[in-house]
T-cell receptor, first 112, second 114 residues
Framework: GIQVEQSPPDLILQEGANSTLRCNFSDSVNNLQWFHQNPWGQLINLFYIPSGTKQNGRLSATTVATERYSLLYISSSQTTDSGVYFCAVLNPRGSTLGRLYFGRGTQLTVWP | DGGITQSPKYLFRKEGQNVTLSCEQNLNHDAMYWYRQDPGQGLRLIYYSQIVNDFQKGDIAEGYSVSREKKESFPLTVTSAQKNPTAFYLC?????????????FGSGTRLTVV
């Protein structure tokens, strides 16, 4: 299956700081998603972004499909941004149409 | 409201016992998935099902079993053959041909072996 690597594995920030999370993937993909997992374990989709750039409030994401990477930007971070951020991709070569391949995540901690 | 319900939230199992984790969805999704999450490991696929009465093994199916008798339900049994079952288990669903759109997760079950 496709390999998905995320960096950094851990990130500790002061409230108000900006950060960039990176996702590299080993093959062409049909879709790429960023998820946030809150401290209670719930995963919420942040972006569907197979290519290009999208913004949603303080968060934005960019995927360069030809170079097989995606970036998630968090500006003016808040304590509620804490949690684990996952990148997940859908590989068109896979046998399952909806199967997502996940990276290991970036654990973000934002201190007040 | 539509969504996925996992139960129980916390489950304790004695060594040698089988336990079943429940996953129910009312989103009318065809596909359902079970993932296992360990600290620092990300999400790993256990089993998936694209249609009723059909399911396939994922990457770490050994020691687990599933059934898909109804579209809404995809229970996961952790058998005594699973040597290290303590983990956080997440169920998800999606439209069958969604290309990833509409992927929805439950809130998880935390299983601990005592």
């Amino acid at each position: 299956g496709i390999q998905v690597e995320q960096s950094p594995p851990d990130l500790i920030l002061q409230e108000g700081a900006n950060s960039t999370l990176r996702c590299n993937f080993s093959d062409s993909v049909n879709n790429l998603q960023w998820f946030h997992q809150n401290p209670w374990g719930q995963l919420i989709n942040l972006f569907y972004i197979p290519s290009g750039t999208k913004q949603n409030g303080r968060l934005s994401a960019t995927t360069v499909a030809t170079e097989r990477y995606s970036l998630l930007y968090i500006s003016s971070s808040q304590t509620t941004d804490s949690g684990v951020y996952f990148c997940a991709v859908l590989n068109p070569r896979g046998s399952t149409l909806g199967r997502l391949y996940f990276g290991r995540g970036t654990q973000l901690t934002v201190w007040p | 409201d539509g969504g996925i319900t996992q139960s129980p939230k916390y489950l304790f199992r004695k060594e040698g016992q089988n336990v079943t984790l429940s996953c129910e969805q009312n989103l009318n999704h065809d596909a359902m998935y079970w993932y296992r999450q360990d600290p620092g490991q990300g999400l790993r696929l256990i089993y998936y099902s694209q249609i009723v009465n059909d399911f396939q093994k994922g990457d770490i199916a050994e020691g687990y079993s599933v059934s898909r008798e109804k579209k809404e339900s995809f229970p996961l049994t952790v058998t005594s053959a699973q040597k290290n079952p303590t983990a956080f288990y997440l169920c998800a669903s999606s439209p069958r041909t969604s290309r990833g759109y509409g992927y929805t997760f439950g809130s998880g079950t935390r299983l601990t072996v005592v």
